[in-house]
């Protein structure tokens, strides 16, 4: 008989197993009003919590493998950062004075007071933050409650290929597991964006997270399969499932095989296109997995997680630093460094700026900038200073008209007068660009085209402010269509002024790294596409296998199809050409 639990496929792939269950309960927390002098003894306990979570920490970041990625081992240190932030640290001992409360009391308090500012954020990623608070907070709690002195999880031996099944997992329980060879996880909770999917993804371990009430439906040792595409764990499984996912599993080894043959070769279509695959990256570590899938370069660096989880924004001197560690590692591989795209629902920490009430359509990105010179002065400094360390390419989120264009292109004059003047170098012939994220930019694409050295097409806010659909809102997710026929009139306006205007047109927004859309975007012109580095080498399998003079014709009907219903039927269409 089978059972299957759904939850949300967070990292694909098709694992079979014993279940491993690893039961940590809630931690129940209890209030106890403290005598005045026993406050600094409970103050003390406190710190020394906090000094024991960091000393576990600093031993698993020890025991991560050599050969980690820097970005895995980075997830840790982002851990370890919490344990100096003040929230974490000093607002509980605060908490303890005032209240004249327990160590463990505090803590609630100050997560409580955390998941209201996280609930209130707008935007995914930063509320996804949230579950790495709390590994750091329940990581301090168990060490009070006297049950974290270790790191072990469960005390059954874990056997090779186990799927652990759990009620959350910190990013650096999932590499200690991953290094102990388990097959695959699923948690009660987590969402697709926390650093953990993200970790699961870059091992290529199958992940399902969101699984409710896992442990009233599965015992210890028994057999499961995991699917982490789909997003489904089953119990019990009869033999024709266990035949079928077995089978599954070797078309998903095949599948990998087949892609890592790809990396060292280049993406040009069977009628002899060039196509440039470049990556997006967040932070300076994500640059190490650049070299692994042989991209290009970096077509989107979101310089924004700079920004994010502290007190004051980077200035010129740590931006630099960090801009240049990107170039270095790139060996002469382009950078394009986009700048600052916060703002509006997301306050950037230290800069004042507040929600509006309407946050996507509010003071983001190059509006921010433009009102606040104090946050981009430093960046375009470091940006340019930079460029004299290697090939780097500037980008501008969200413009919506060409005076802000014409405000940021006479900055730019004015930044690059400046550092002459101080004898700083820089690129004098810096290539500028500009995201085209918002209708408006998409309609003036011509223009645009003729102030700058190139366009990048952001789908991701293309789409959301085309069909007035906020791309956090889950209640009008079902809205978010990449193939509305206005989004695709739109993408086409864009790569048809770069054609026309001889500039670069590329795309950075998610569905450039979707397989499903790149035989329309190549017959739609698109020439360069920038994704996350997991998705090149499925695309680049798509790009090696088609022949735009066939597409092209093919695409052409496509987008003047007087029935916008037959749309997603054409496109199937197209992806199942051969040639
Ligand atoms: C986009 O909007 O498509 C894009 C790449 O920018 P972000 O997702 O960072 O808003
Ligand atoms: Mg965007």
């Known amino acids: 008989m089978n059972l299957a639990l759904s939850g949300i496929g967070v990292s694909r792939g098709v694992a079979i197993g014993k279940a491993h269950i690893i039961q940590r309960g809630t931690i129940e927390v ?52 919490m344990l100096d932030d003040a929230t974490i640290v000093t607002t509980p001992v605060e908490l303890i004075r005032e209240h004249s409360c327990n160590a463990e009391w505090a803590l609630k308090m100050q997560r409580d007071a955390l998941v209201v500012v996280f609930e209130q954020m707008d935007d995914t990623y930063l509320r996804t ?19 974290g002195q270790s790191d072990s999880h469960g005390d059954s031996e874990l056997l090779e290929d186990a799927v652990v099944l759990t009620d959350d997992l910190t990013p650096a329980e999932a590499v200690m597991l991953e290094h102990q060879g388990i097959g695959a996880f699923a948690t009660e909770y987590g969402g697709p964006l926390s650093h953990t999917a993200i970790l699961a993804r870059s091992m290529q371990l199958p992940a399902v997270v969101g699984v409710h009430a896992l442990h009233g439906y599965i015992s210890d040792g028994e057999t499961v399969i995991l699917d982490g595409l789909l997003g489904v764990l089953i119990a019990a499984p009869d033999r024709r499932t266990l035949d079928y996912y077995r089978e599954k599993q070797v078309r998903e080894q095949q599948r990998r095989r087949e892609l890592a043959r790809l990396v060292d070769l280049p993406a040009v279509t069977l009628d002899e296109t060039p196509i440039t695959l470049m990556t ?27 920004f994010m989880n502290r007190a004051t924004p980077p200035d010129e001197q740590e931006q630099y630093e960090c801009y240049t560690r990107v170039i270095n590692a790139l060996n002469g591989k382009p950078l394009t460094i986009r700048t600052l795209d916060m703002g509006a629902d997301k306050e950037v920490d230290g800069s004042g700026v507040r929600c509006g009430s309407n946050p996507a359509l509010g003071l983001r990105a190059i509006r921010l900038c ?12 470091a940006i340019l200073r930079a460029s004299a360390c290697g ?3 500037v980008m501008i989120p969200m413009l919506s008209n060409t005076r802000e264009l014409h405000q ?24 500028i660009g500009g995201m085209i994220e918002t209708p408006a930019a998409a309609l003036l694409a011509d223009d645009f085209a003729r102030h700058l050295d190139f366009l990048s097409i952001g789908t991701n806010d293309l789409i959301q402010y085309t069909l007035a659909i906020d791309r956090v809102d889950d209640e009008v997710n079902y809205l978010y269509d990449p193939l509305h026929p206005a989004v695709l ?55 090696n296998s088609s022949s735009i003079d066939t597409l092209a014709p093919q695409v052409h009907v496509l987008l003047h199809t007087s029935d916008p219903g037959q749309i997603p039927g054409l496109v199937e269409n197209l992806n199942s050409m051969t040639f």
């Open 280 to 306: 997006n990256i967040e932070l300076p570590e994500d640059i190490e997995a650049v070299g692994h899938e042989s991209a290009s370069g970096v077509g989107l660096y979101r310089t924004e997680f700079l």
């Open 129 to 147: 933050r949230q579950c790495e608070v709390d590994h750091v907070i329940n990581r301090i709690q168990r060490i009070l409650l006297d049950n």
């Open 391 to 393: 090939p780097v390419k």
């Open 489 to 543: 009139k739109l993408i086409k306006m864009v790569i048809e002024a770069g054609q026309l205007s001889g500039k670069e047109v590329s795309m950075c927004g998610e569905m450039a790294g979707e397989p499903i859309y790149t035989r329309l975007l190549l017959g739609m012109g698109l020439r360069e596409f920038s994704m996350h580095h997991t998705a090149l080498q499925e695309v680049k399998r798509v790009i």
């Open 30 to 81: 209890l209030e106890s009003v403290l005598p005045e002098h026993l406050l600094d003894e409970e103050i003390a306990r406190f710190l020394a919590a906090v000094d024991t979570a960091r000393r576990q920490l600093e031993s698993i970041r020890e025991r991560v493998p050599k050969d980690t990625r820097a970005d895995i081992a980075a997830f840790i240190d982002t851990h370890l950062l």
């Open 370 to 381: 433009l009102k606040d010179l104090s946050l981009f002065r430093p960046q375009l400094r």
């Open 408 to 431: 940021v292109l006479s900055l730019i004059n004015d930044t690059k007068n400046a550092l002459l003047r101080e004898n700083l170098a820089f690129a004098p012939d810096i290539r």
